[in-house]
């Protein structure tokens, strides 16, 4: 899927993309701004969000069309947001530091309010990611609101000169996903079509680790390269400060989401849902396989409670972060409130017997 950025291509793509997904509108500061909303069937109560942010110049319909969203939200079991940034001199854009001055993190807190007053989103399981200038906004959003936000994973975007000396309102857990041959958004933080743009992605490494005060030190992980694409994924993940950082590093990569994974060794989506439900391994559990229904756990972080989603009756251990069986329980199939506020906080992992494991935070605070 390309999305190199060429003005003429591009507005022709946007002004004949169909209309095949309903379009939603939201009145804020006198406009009605517009949005997307895809949430999964089968589900009862507030579910995890994840918010995409598309690039410059896009259109949520044809995003939409790309990326079909509503099998994801099925997938994941997760409420998807795609709002439209607006206009500006002729091109939607998002106010990241780069152009326009329209609220945006307005907007889009304003959206997630009313959804989480409507009882269809968990407050406490609240994700961003984005594309290209969706990228840069996702930055702005961890930099100026990651105490509303879990997780964020920007992709082909940096943070803008605007934004790169604020600190952040607290310590997020991140993802930055970027190509090394990406020449619209490049690693150094330059442009072929619109000169320097941000700081370089090395730079926003420092920037994320030094602020979520990580070890300096990462662990680096190859990807498996089953497919002969021309690429290599290698994951940097920095660990031991306050919040989680990952750098997935695409050798050979150019301005592209990668999500066919028959074509590419990972496919972003996914890749990126790994992280925001579980992050960094070190226990010797197996990863879940998160294209089952069949076992859900929510929210994560989970505040002394959590729901647990299961198609059959099973079995359920919870383990603490050091490996230690901390619970066990018999559950019916079917959607179970289990307490968890006797539990150690921090990393628990939930393990149903049939080889499924769920990694979650408990932020209980007794």
């Known amino acids: 899927m390309k999305k190199t950025i060429v003005y003429a291509i591009l507005a022709a793509i946007v002004a004949v993309a169909p209309m095949r997904a309903q379009v939603r509108t939201f009145a804020w500061q006198n406009t009605q701004r517009q949005y997307m909303l895809f949430e999964p069937t089968g589900r009862d109560g507030a579910v995890p969000v994840m918010y995409f942010l598309h690039g410059l110049g896009d259109n949520i319909t044809r995003c939409n069309d790309e990326m079909h969203f509503a099998p994801l939200a099925e997938r994941y079991g997760w409420a998807i947001v795609v709002p439209q940034a607006l206009s500006v001199s002729g091109y939607t854009m998002w106010n990241a530091g780069l152009g326009g001055s329209a ?3 307005g907007f889009l807190l304003a959206l997630l309010d009313t959804l989480v007053s409507d009882g269809r989103v968990n407050p406490d399981s609240v994700f961003f990611t984005g594309f290209s200038m969706g990228g840069f906004m996702t930055h702005r959003m961890a930099i100026e609101h990651g105490d509303r ?29 970027h190509g090394t041959s990406d020449n619209v958004v490049g690693w150094n933080g330059g442009s072929a079509y619109f000169g320097t743009i941000g700081i370089s992605v090395d730079s926003l490494v420092r920037y994320w680790t030094d602020w979520n005060v990580c070890d300096e030190t990462p662990d680096i992980d190859t990807l498996s390269d089953r497919v002969n694409d021309g690429l290599r994924f290698i994951r940097y993940t920095y660990t031991g400060g306050d919040a989680e950082f990952q750098l997935l590093k695409v050798v050979g990569g150019t301005h592209d989401w990668y999500q066919d994974s028959t074509a590419h060794d990972i496919d972003y989506f996914d890749e990126i849902h790994r992280f925001f439900t579980g992050g960094a391994s070190s226990l010797g559990f197996n990863d879940p396989s998160y294209d089952s229904p069949q076992f859900r756990v929510w929210p994560n972080p989970a505040a002394g409670y959590l729901y647990v989603q299961t198609s059959e009756p099973v079995t359920l251990t919870i ?8 619970m066990r329980g018999n559950y019916e199939e079917g959607i179970t409130r289990v307490d968890i506020q006797e539990l150690p906080e921090g990393l628990l992992i939930l393990a149903d017997g049939k080889g499924n494991t769920r ?3 408990n932020a209980n605070v007794r």
């Open 149 to 177: 936000i879990t997780a964020c994973a920007p992709v082909s975007g940096l943070i803008s000169f605007a934004f790169a000396d604020e600190v952040p309102v607290a310590p997020v857990k991140m993802m930055h996903i």
């Open 319 to 326: 383990y603490d972060g050091m490996g230690n069986a901390v």
């Open 103 to 105: 609220d945006d993190a």
């Open 359 to 361: 990694k979650i935070v």
